[in-house]
C-alpha cells in the first residue's frame, strides 16, 4: 500500500472508502484518477498515490491498437480488471462498461456489472452517456453497485457525435451537458466524468453537482482530473488530444533501450558473466570428463 495519502485508507482493507470522494469534493482537495489496463501498471499508480484506477476502454485504442473504443468486450474488460486489482490495493478500480455491455436492458447492465465487480474485482463500473443510461445507471445502482457517470465526448457513441472532436461548445448543447449530468447523479452516480467540454460548462457543472467531477480535457475547476495510462505517460503514437500533458517519453525511453539490447545481442556484448550461470568445480570436472561433453569439445 502507498504511504502517501493515507488519510482515507479503509482500516479493513487499506482501500480508499468511496464516501471519501465526496469529503474530498467538500474540501476543494482535488480527485486524481488514471487509467490502468495491467497489474504493473496497477501496482505503479497505487505506488504514486492516485484515488482513482479507471480499467478504461480507452485500452482498444492504446493497449490493443484499435481504430476506436466501440469493439472492446466485456472479456476484455474483465480480464484487465483482475489484472488491475492484483496490482492496486488502495485506489477504488473503476470498470468501464464497454459498449454493447449495457444499452440492451436493466438486466443486461446489472449483469454484465456484477461479472465485472464479482469476476473482475471492480469496486465500482462506468458507463457513458445520458438518455437511457440515467436508467441503466439508476438499475446497477439498485443492484448495489457504484456507477459513475460520463457526459460530453462519449467515444462509445462518438459518431453520433460528429467524431472525437469537443462538446458543449452552444449554449443549448451546453445546457443539455449540465442537465445529463444532473440526471445522472438523481440516478445515483457517485462522480461523474466530463470529457472535452469548454471549462466554463465544467465549472458550472461541478458547481451544479453534489458529486465530484472529473474533467478530461475539462479546464481546471474540475474536483478530479483523469488521463489516460499512455498518453500521459507518452508510448502511445497515435494522436493527441490537446488537453494531455506528457509526464513523460517512456516510448522514447523503451525504443532507446530496446535498441541498446540489440546491438549488445549483435556484438555479443550480452549476455556478460553476471548474466550466466555457472557449474560447481567439481560438477563441472565431472561434466567434462563425460561422454556427453566430448563431442562439444573444440
Ligand atoms: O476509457 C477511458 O479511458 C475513459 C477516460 C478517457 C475517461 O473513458
Redesign the pocket.
Known amino acids: 500500500m502507498s504511504d502517501k495519502p493515507s488519510r482515507y485508507a479503509s482500516w479493513t482493507t487499506g482501500k480508499l472508502p468511496l464516501p471519501a470522494l465526496q469529503e474530498m469534493k467538500g474540501r476543494g482537495e482535488k480527485i486524481v ?1 488514471v ?1 490502468a489496463y495491467d497489474a504493473p501498471s496497477g501496482r505503479l499508480a497505487d505506488a504514486a498515490g492516485v484515488d482513482l484506477i ?7 485504442m ?1 493497449v490493443h491498437g484499435r481504430e476506436s ?1 466501440v469493439q472492446v468486450t466485456l472479456d476484455e474488460i474483465l480480464l484487465m480488471t483482475q489484472w488491475v486489482t492484483r496490482g492496486a490495493k488502495r485506489p477504488l478500480v473503476i470498470a ?1 462498461m464497454p459498449f454493447g455491455s449495457y444499452e440492451t436492458s436493466d438486466e443486461q447492465a446489472i449483469g454484465n456489472a456484477v461479472r465485472l465487480v464479482k469476476d473482475g474485482g471492480a469496486d465500482a463500473v ?1 458507463i ?1 452517456r445520458g438518455g437511457t443510461s440515467v436508467a441503466r445507471a439508476k438499475a446497477i445502482v439498485g443492484a448495489g453497485i457504484p456507477v459513475m457517470g ?1 457526459v460530453g465526448l ?2 462509445q457513441t462518438a459518431t453520433v457525435l460528429g467524431g472525437f472532436k469537443a462538446q458543449g461548445r452552444t449554449a443549448e448543447r451546453a445546457q443539455q451537458l449540465i442537465d445529463e449530468a444532473l440526471e445522472l447523479q438523481a440516478a445515483g452516480c457517485f462522480a461523474i ?1 466530463l ?1 472535452a467540454v469548454p471549462s466554463t460548462v465544467a465549472r458550472t457543472a461541478t458547481q451544479a453537482l453534489g458529486v465530484p467531477t ?1 474533467g ?1 480535457g475539462a479546464g481546471a475547476d474540475t474536483d478530479g482530473q ?3 495510462w499512455h498518453d500521459m505517460l507518452g508510448y502511445y503514437e497515435g494522436h493527441a488530444p490537446r488537453f494531455v500533458k506528457r509526464y513523460a517519453e517512456l516510448g522514447d525511453a523503451i525504443v532507446d533501450a530496446l535498441g541498446r539490447y540489440a546491438a549488445d545481442v549483435r556484438s555479443g556484448a550480452f549476455p556478460e558473466e553476471q548474466h550466466t550461470y555457472a557449474m560447481p568445480e567439481e560438477e563441472l570436472k565431472a561434466f567434462e570428463a563425460g561422454p556427453r561433453a566430448k563431442p562439444l569439445r573444440r
Open positions: 484518477m487509467t479507471l480499467v478504461g476502454d480507452s485500452s482498444g492504446v473504443t468501464d462506468k457513458e460520463h462519449t467515444p466524468v470529457e472529473i478530461i483523469v488521463l489516460v
